[in-house]
């Protein structure tokens, strides 16, 4: 019986080595502690023994018992700990590692600085306006103040679609579908693209982009034209912009100007970017004529008001120091991603 004992107990230590799940634990359990297991058919064998023979043999018994069972809490621990492992492996989750980083699409230049100066006139109480680029001549000249024969419509290299319809050579059209919609007061800017039948080099576009600034009101003067350009120029280029009007003439507006700003890289001294003028001239003005006025519906003895218009490749090619327009126009990634 002895004998019986020990090697029941090789045999379940070997056994309890090579079990590798629960499951089969649990199976060992029953064969080996269960009410019909092995030990306990020992334990009904030892009636055969002596009677002196009985405690010593129990004691074996239970020590076998005893042995098996703390082994078999040692495996159940080290199956658990190796499935925990397992999990913690497979389920491996480093939050700490760098992210991959999309590659993210950025706004093109022109659209930046449009943004820009659109929020400073929205800050001043603009509103926004748009309208078509393929434009009646009605708009685009006609009702500006420019006949037919018009010698100011030459300077303007015309794509003409067919008599009367052309590409807009300018946002000014702009002004007259404003005020031919909405009575004063108005107060809006229209950016967009223009087009001009130039040669393309480094300084011209056939398309390029305007911004057109319309203000009427009663008792609207040039001193609020100066004022709100000046305004502008300095949020555009900073507190210490310095500006200065120059006369000039636009069918369209009288009296008209253009305003230029003092050059930002020499300081007036005289430099490349300006050409050695000192200044650098950014947009055209004026008092809007009382003729526009007038076609429009808006009685010019009543209201006034002044118009403007920039170009913006101009204003971005000096704030990045671009020397060739081309480059906005040719979408090279190599370019586009300097902004
Ligand atoms: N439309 C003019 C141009 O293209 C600019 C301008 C706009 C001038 C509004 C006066 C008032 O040159």
Redesign the pocket.
């Given at each position: 019986m002895k004998e019986k004992l020990e090697a029941l107990r090789a045999e379940a230590r070997a056994q309890l080595e090579s079990c590798s799940t629960a499951a089969e634990l649990e199976a060992l359990r029953v064969k080996y502690l269960g009410k019909k297991g092995e030990l306990t058919a020992l334990l009904r064998g030892m009636g055969a023994l002596a009677p002196e023979e009985r405690p010593k043999m129990g004691a074996l018994v239970n020590e076998a018992r005893s042995e098996i069972e703390a082994a078999m809490e040692a495996k159940v621990k080290a199956l658990e700990e190796a499935e925990l492992n397992r999990r913690l492996e497979e389920e491996q989750l480093d939050v700490t590692v760098p992210g991959v980083a999309a590659p993210m699409g950025k706004k093109h230049p022109l659209s930046q600085v449009l943004d820009e100066i659109k929020d400073i006139f929205l800050g001043m109480g603009f509103q926004i306006a748009s309208g078509p680029e393929v434009e009646f001549d009605h708009y685009n000249f006609e009702a500006l103040n420019m006949p037919k024969n018009h010698p100011a419509r030459d300077t303007q290299d015309t794509f003409y679609i067919t008599e009367n319809i052309l590409l807009r050579?300018?946002?000014?059209p702009m002004?007259v579908r404003v005020m031919e919609k909405q009575q004063p007061p108005i107060k809006v800017i229209a950016p967009g693209r223009v087009y001009r039948s130039d040669e393309v080099d480094a300084t011209h576009s056939p398309l390029f982009h305007?911004i057109?600034?319309l203000v009427v009101d009663k008792g609207i003067r040039m001193s609020d034209l100066k004022g709100t350009l000046e305004l502008f120029a300095k949020r555009l280029y900073g507190e210490e912009a310095v500006v200065r009007f120059r006369p000039h003439h636009?069918s369209?507006?009288e009296p008209?100007a253009e305003m230029d700003i003092r050059c930002f890289s020499c300081g007036g001294k005289g430099c490349r970017l300006c050409k050695g003028e000192g200044w650098i001239e950014i947009?055209?003005?004026?008092m809007v004529h009382p003729k526009v006025l007038q076609g429009c519906g808006i009685d010019p003895e009543e209201y006034s008001g002044f118009?403007?218009?920039l170009g913006l490749e101009r204003i971005v090619m000096r704030r990045y120091n671009i020397d060739d327009l081309r480059l906005f126009f040719e979408n090279d990634l190599r370019f586009l991603e300097q902004f």
């Open positions: 050579t300018q946002t000014s002004q305007q057109e600034g636009f369209f507006t008209s947009l055209g003005a004026g118009a403007f218009g």
